[in-house]
């Protein structure tokens, strides 16, 4: 039931799986959980000091554990608890299990958990079970006037978890978590009905037993819920076959304080006025609780194949990437990182087991820098993962590495690829080793049509240097990105920040200005806010720009008709 | 006329900067920042100074004042932008070298032979002048237009594609490395011909080293002769920096061989006007953006457009300056450097034919054998040159929460887009901004001082009494921020006197009395007096109108609390607005910030003891009376001119005309006046002034312009032009018998 107990209560993930320096003083990831785990990282330390400037010696830890005495007291009125309790909704007013709920992931959360405390965190905690107890839950919020904020997998980088700190009302954080069923499977048209607490990876799992996927992988599928997908917009690495989220669901039953609101049929599309779907997907939590979804389901692919490219520079990359969108054969994934994430990727190749493979590496590299005559120091790579049937799949490659070769791509092998889409799941990771070292860091993201999507490239990487020499920052900043989403008219850009803040007093603050210059620096080279981590209250000081003083007051008159009393009081997005 | 009282907010409005002197505004910052950005990234010691070169001392300070106006213009506007600055350091300015001194020691051959290896844009991936065309032919860009013009004019694209290409070919530069090192040996032998020294501040040189290999590099110098950018590339070369590519006028062309020197020097044509045709703008824009944005070389043009005639800055022009912001407001460039450039002349080489132009003498044509004729300037002396190349400006540092980028983000970058309103006001913001740092930089010579006491003085001034004027104006100019260049050693007397043997021309000793060297005005006709003697005056006037806009603030104040005739502050205020806007064309103000402009005028005029002010009063000391007539005695040519124009105007024109029809009505009738002796003011026959007051009139809506077929035309509202006649006549006190005259 206490998932925490699996999971860091100070960082991402796993307690089992991380970073670390091992005896030797080399890096290694622990665990057994993801491919990586046990591996030797032997270049990494060196690309870490080299990059960022750190070194070992200089370490700040975290906290052992959460100092309970630390903890605001719940503030929960007699009258509601005796109600929750003849509702036989469990419940708890634990410390740790209320400050695990207190937070999302951004940075400046992590850091407050290593090394302050929250002013203000849930004050209770409900894990309902079911629809009929979230209608209850919410009844009773209404009736005594609190403040709920539900809770999903905690995976939120847009601080849409985070309690506001004026909330005078008792704050219920609603945990979905034990609505996890699948309830139905519906063979005939592809869908199935399911609970919105599932985690992605358990969703996958359970389909898989009867042959079928969502397909649906955002990279924080691991922990992230099917309710947190919906209620933020959700986008999966895959959605060039499987769509994003707005395109797998069919349905959603979602209970407000005015009720419930849900379609009377699951069809495929419908005209009857604005789809009230899109009302509830990114509503980040403000209306109500998404309780159940019934989202399509294909049936597990054949085959799958990874693949890479290793183009001369980041130009001729985003040239083949945009290529491929405009023949619209776009494999499932298909993503394009730049020369600093490239090498970021390389420091953590882990020790090669046969002195046949090093060889093999030696020659590699030999044919691509000498004889191709690629700069190392240029290069990108384009890293790609094909799905479906075997002979489509074969065919389907040949098509896009024929698109690569005109853009001056070489392939680079397989193992590459799959290399690559392995470090998504756990450079989240990296963050927390980052911490011990004095080394803070982000991501984030935008969508931006083709035409621009160099010039963003290039003036945010830039903007985030200046920014770092004007803000004091004394080592240059580790600023890359990569392409990650194709579309017909754009793509999406995901960047990382990251930079040593020794020598500088207010780390968090420093970095939080740097973040907020490149958003501004994104919007004005025509990218957008957020292609899916959402708004949460990060980035809600742009919105009005971003939609328009009417489109704004357009969410706001539907938060004022379905929740006047804003029960759903988390803050977010208005 | 006068601007509508502002009494009401008056005493909120009027808050006079005595006690908190305008300094606290932090002139820093815009600048600063991207200069130590630049340090941070590329050790100063890149440049090398080539021999040790004697240095001249100059000390002069920037003053505090002159400074923060500029900034805090802008700042003023965006205030977000400029808090997070830092202090400025340093108020010094930097010091010169003397280029042509290594040229007189050394080899010109070898000079120009030297390995050339100048720093680079860093994104620059170099290519030639020839790929440049092909590029902006084939641009997305200029293909719209073609496409666009073939539908509209049922043309086959093909053939307007030819005449794209031929306005290419018309327009591009060839820049050629023999070419230039053919310039840099008989530059080098024509400049050491023609003048004594040729100054630049290494510092200058040095930022902008490091702001070419930044960000794309705009340079921007004040024009005052064809000399300027000769020598702009000649300095670039010397120091090996990227040579410029500038922005020349279609005239140029139409010198056999010439041209095509400038052409494979670096210059790039354009022509005079070019409003209506959509096909030659979509080129001209694509050229000047494709070289920018691949930061291929610095490019060079004029705010003023040509050069100025009286070396009074010119109100600035919008085009060009637009053309190249864009690319960085559709962030095709991550930013922009514009690098204000002061280049002064101790004599302006082409000083007679401009007094000779402003009289209505026709310019002679540019041609080959015209340049050779002029090459018995050769054996003259010009003196000495000084270039102050200014802080390179950050675009981006300048737009910061100024404007709103969202009509960019929502039309296809490639489709000409007419800027919105805000983007204009924020062109023409920089713009004046450019100039006025410009102005800020420009050196004065001690020549300069005499030409103004000189004009106040005329017919004859005693030498002695000369020389002490001129040493008080000196004080007087470094108090209000001018940049003198007055070496520490050098004593008033020689000073003058060897502005007097520069200028012998201008004026000569004759008895211990300095008098305007008018020769041939005793005999001849009366009509032919006059015109000599206005030549001389005009050629005089030049140089004391480079001291006039480091001038007109303080002067306006003065020349308003002379037409006031109540000490109280709003009333001198709105006499000063009305001088402000009537000369909004004949001095370079910021745009719409009179107010400031008046409070730094008082704050001057107070920091040297001029006028004593209150919360609502000002009025002149005891001995402030000495600045104060002299300031505006300083600018009674202006005063006059304009209401003999205005008079002119009042009287003589009836119907519509043009501006051609104008310039010569108005050019009789001050002859007339002089002819008869009723008026002294000579200047008013310069067709400078003429059109200046012309376009101030238009601006006041007291003319009409209309567009016709060819060209304008004019039809004035003779009820305006009387009030605005009233306000000076009825206001003017009555001080000296020459202004008892009109």
């Known amino acids: 039931m206490r998932r925490q107990e699996i999971l860091k209560w100070n960082g991402w993930g796993y307690n089992d799986s991380k970073f670390i320096f091992n005896k030797k003083g080399q890096a290694e990831f622990t665990g057994k959980r993801y491919r990586l785990g046990g591996m030797v990282l032997p270049t990494f330390k060196e690309w870490i000091e080299k990059t960022f400037g750190a070194s070992l010696e200089h370490k700040t830890t975290s906290r052992a554990s959460l100092n309970v005495n630390d903890v605001p007291p719940p503030i929960v009125n007699e009258e509601f608890l005796q109600d929750l309790r003849a509702t036989k909704i469990s419940y708890s007013q634990d410390a740790e299990d209320r400050v695990f709920r207190a937070h999302g992931h951004c940075l400046h959360e992590i850091f407050v958990l290593r090394e302050g405390m929250f002013k203000r965190i849930p004050d209770i905690v409900v894990w309902p079970v079911s629809h009929e107890d979230v209608v209850k839950i919410v009844e009773l919020a209404c009736k005594h006037n609190l403040c709920i904020i539900p809770f999903g997998g905690g995976t939120s980088v847009s601080s849409a978890l985070e309690c506001p700190e004026e909330e005078k009302r008792t704050i219920v954080s609603l945990d979905t978590s034990q609505m996890n069923r699948i309830l139905w499977i519906d063979e005939k048209n592809l869908t199935a009905c399911v609970e919105a607490g599932i985690i992605g990876q358990d969703l996958e799992k359970q389909l898989s037993e009867s042959g079928f996927c969502t397909g649906h992988e955002p990279d924080s599928m691991e922990f992230s819920s099917l309710g947190g997908w919906v209620a933020t917009r959700a986008s999966g690495m895959k959605k060039n076959i499987y769509g994003n989220i707005e395109d797998l669901v069919i349905h959603i039953k979602m209970v407000t304080p005015r009720g419930i609101v849900e379609k009377n049929c699951q069809v495929p599309r419908m005209s009857t006025g604005p789809d009230i779907h899109h009302f509830i997907m990114g509503s980040e939590g403000t209306l109500g609780v998404v309780t159940e979804v019934t989202i399509k389901i294909r049936p597990l692919p054949e085959y799958q194949k990874y693949g890479s490219v290793v183009f001369p520079n980041f130009e001729r990359g985003v040239a083949c990437l945009r290529e491929v969108a405009k023949q619209r054969c776009a494999p499932a994934s298909i993503r394009l990182v730049d020369n600093a994430q490239f090498q970021f990727g390389h420091a953590l190749k882990p020790q090669v087991a046969s002195i046949f493979t090093s060889f093999l590496d030696g020659l590699k590299k030999f044919y691509i820098t000498k004889f191709k005559g690629f700069d190392p120091n240029i290069l990108c790579v384009a890293t790609l993962l094909f799905e479906g049937d075997r002979e489509k799949v074969l065919q389907h490659e040949k098509q896009v590495y024929d698109i690569a070769t005109k853009f001056g791509g070489l392939a680079a092998g397989e193992d590459n690829g799959q290399r690559g889409y392995m470090l998504t799941f756990v450079i989240a990771y990296l963050r927390d080793l980052g911490l011990d070292y004095y080394v803070i860091g982000e991501s984030f993201e935008t969508s931006v049509p083709w035409d621009r999507v160099l010039d963003l490239c290039r003036n945010v990487k830039e903007r985030i240097v200046r920014e770092c020499k004007e803000k004091g920052v004394q080592f240059a900043p580790f600023s890359t990105c990569r392409v990650t989403q194709t579309y017909d008219a754009g793509a999406c850009v995901y960047f990382y920040f990251a930079f040593n803040y020794r020598g500088i007093s207010d780390p968090i603050h420093v970095y939080e200005e740097i973040e907020r210059a490149a958003r501004e620096e994104i919007l004005a080279n025509g990218g957008s806010l957020s292609h899916h981590h959402g708004v949460g209250k990060l980035r809600k000081r742009w919105m009005k720009e971003s939609i328009s003083d009417v489109g704004l007051g357009m969410l706001r008159s539907v938060k004022e008709y379905v929740d006047p009393n804003n029960i759903f009081g988390n803050k977010n997005l208005l | ?742």
């Open chain 2, 1 to 742: 006329m006068v601007r509508s009282s502002i009494s009401g907010s008056g005493t909120a409005l009027l808050y006079f900067p005595g006690a908190v002197p305008l300094s606290q505004v932090h002139p820093s910052a815009l600048l600063l920042c991207s200069e130590d950005r630049g340090e941070l990234r590329h050790p100063r010691s890149a440049l090398q100074p080539c021999k040790p070169r004697t240095t001249t001392a100059v000390t002069t300070y920037r003053s505090e004042l002159s400074g923060s106006r500029v900034l805090s213009c802008i700042s003023s506007k965006c205030v977000s932008a400029s808090l997070q600055q830092k202090e400025l350091t340093s108020k010094k300015r930097d010091e010169f070298e003397d280029i042509l001194e290594e040229r007189r020691l050394s080899s010109d051959l070898r000079y120009a032979m030297k390995c050339y290896t100048p720093v680079i844009y860093k994104g620059l991936s170099p290519c030639k002048p020839n790929a440049i065309k092909s590029v902006v032919l084939q641009s997305e860009q200029v293909q719209y237009v073609i496409k666009q013009l073939a539908k509209e004019m049922g043309e086959s694209p093909d053939i307007i594609q030819e005449e794209a290409t031929e306005i290419l070919d018309e327009m591009g530069h060839s820049m050629q490395l023999g070419t230039v090192r053919f310039f840099a040996f008989t530059l080098s032998k024509i400049f050491k011909q023609l003048f004594q020294r040729v100054c630049v501040n290494e510092e200058g040189m040095q930022r902008l080293q490091r702001a070419i290999q930044e960000h794309p590099v705009v340079l921007l110098p004040s024009h005052r002769s064809y000399v300027d950018f000769l020598m702009l590339s000649y300095l670039l070369y010397t120091y090996d920096l990227a040579l410029p590519v500038i922005a020349a006028g279609i005239d140029f062309l139409g010198m056999k061989i010439v041209g095509e020197l400038l052409r494979r020097a670096g210059a790039f044509f354009m022509r005079r006007s070019f409003g209506g045709n959509r096909l030659y703008w979509a080129v001209f824009a694509e050229y000047v953006k494709t070289m920018l944005r691949n930061g291929y070389a610095p490019i060079e043009f004029f705010l003023e457009g040509t050069r100025s005639r009286t070396a009074k800055t010119l109100t600035p022009k919008f085009g060009l300056l637009s053309i190249v912001m864009e690319p960085f407001f559709k962030r095709e460039v991550f930013d922009t450097y514009l690098v204000p450039i002061s280049i002064s002349y101790e004599r302006i080489l082409e000083e007679s034919l401009y007094a000779y132009e402003l009289l209505g003498v026709p310019k002679p044509k540019e041609s080959t054998s015209g340049l050779l004729k002029a090459r018995r300037i050769l054996s003259d002396n010009f003196g000495t040159i000084h270039i102050y190349v200014g802080q390179p400006v950050s675009l981006r540092t300048l737009a910061s929460g100024r404007i709103n980028l969202c009509p960019y983000n929502l039309v296809p970058r490639h489709l000409p887009q007419k800027p919105t309103e805000d983007i204009q006001e924020f062109v023409s913001d920089v713009a004046y901004k450019m100039e006025l740092l410009q102005i800020e930089n420009m050196v004065l010579s001690p020549w300069v001082l005499v030409a103004a006491v000189l004009l106040q003085n005329l017919p004859a001034m005693d030498f002695e009494l000369l020389i002490e004027k001129t040493v008080w104006l000196k004080g007087l100019t470094q108090t209000f921020g001018g940049f003198i260049e007055w070496p520490d050693n050098l004593c008033a007397k020689k000073a003058v006197t060897s502005g007097l043997s520069l200028h012998s021309n201008i004026a000569r000793l004759v008895d211990g009395h300095v008098v305007l060297n008018d020769k041939g005005v005793e005999d001849g006709a009366v009509g032919e007096i006059v015109f000599k003697r206005a030549l001389v005056i005009l050629m005089c006037s030049t140089y004391r109108n480079q001291l006039l806009n480091v001038f007109v603030r303080p002067s306006l104040v003065a020349l308003a609390l002379q037409m006031t005739r109540s000490f109280r502050k709003e009333e001198v205020y709105s006499s000063f607005s009305f001088l402000r806007d009537i000369f909004s064309d004949e001095f370079i103000f910021f745009p719409g910030i009179s107010l400031k402009d008046f409070e730094e005028g008082c704050f001057l005029l107070t920091k040297c003891d001029a006028i004593q002010a209150t919360q609502q009063e000002i009025y002149p000391t005891d001995k402030g009376s000495v600045v104060v007539s002299f300031l505006s005695a300083m600018f009674r040519p202006f005063v006059e001119g304009y209401q003999l124009i205005f008079r002119y105007l009042s009287k003589e024109t009836k119907e519509a005309f043009t501006e051609k029809q104008f310039i010569p009505g108005v050019r009789n009738f001050v002859f007339q006046l002089l002819e008869k002796g009723t008026t002294q003011c000579y200047e008013a026959l310069s067709s400078d002034m003429q059109k200046n007051a012309l376009a101030a009139l238009v601006q006041l809506g007291a003319v009409k312009k209309k567009k016709m077929a060819n060209g304008f035309s004019y039809s004035v509202n003779q009820e305006a032009i009387h009030k605005i006649l009233d306000v000076f006549d009825a206001r003017t006190p009555i001080q000296k018998p020459m202004a008892a005259r009109l």
